[in-house]
């Protein structure tokens, strides 16, 4: 019942997440042909599905827990190679997390950075984490001039967004 119950949650939360980001990116000239684009590939993906069950069920014929078990290992496949194409997704997924429960952040003038046009942005840094804050008040991509020696600690630079 917990695996059922965590599999609702994280299914709703990507699908209320997802369309978001796929409203707010494009221009809106474009917006109506992504939305479009991306329902029409959600319900091919619906049907291939709907092909892979019955062929899961019917020719290889597993049982249902297999077929969970099929599904959740081709997930857990295609998130670690989504995550491999874009690592700063994860970056800044666990810096919104943090920054809305742990360090609970105001922004207090967001609108004032353009969503399309480049802007250099000056930190007065007080801390390690000034970046980390930046790049978790805004989903604008962003690229930042560092010191070296901190450019090149692992794992720092293994990022778009560094």
């Known amino acids: 019942m917990v695996l059922i119950a965590a599999l609702g ?59 969970f078990l099929f599904g959740g290992v081709l997930t857990l496949a295609g998130a670690v190679y989504a995550l491999f194409l874009l690592p700063d997704a994860l970056l800044r997924f666990i810096l919104w997390l943090l920054t809305r429960t742990v360090y609970r952040i105001r922004v207090d003038g967001r609108d004032n950075i353009p969503a399309k046009r480049r802007r250099a942005v000056r930190l007065q840094h007080l801390s390690q984490a000034d970046a980390m804050f930046l ?28």
Do not use: W
């Open 135 to 162: 790049l978790a008040s805004t989903d604008r991509d962003i690229r930042f001039i560092m010191f070296k020696g901190i450019y090149d600690l692992r794992g720092s630079n293994r990022s778009r967004a560094f």
């Open 9 to 67: 949650f994280f299914g709703g939360f990507s699908s209320c997440r997802f369309p978001r980001c796929l409203q707010h990116r494009p221009d809106k000239e474009k917006k109506g042909e992504v939305l479009a684009t991306a329902n029409l590939l959600s319900f091919v993906a619906f049907f291939l599905a709907s092909g892979a069950h019955f062929l899961l069920a019917q020719v290889a014929h597993l049982n249902p827990t297999r077929i």
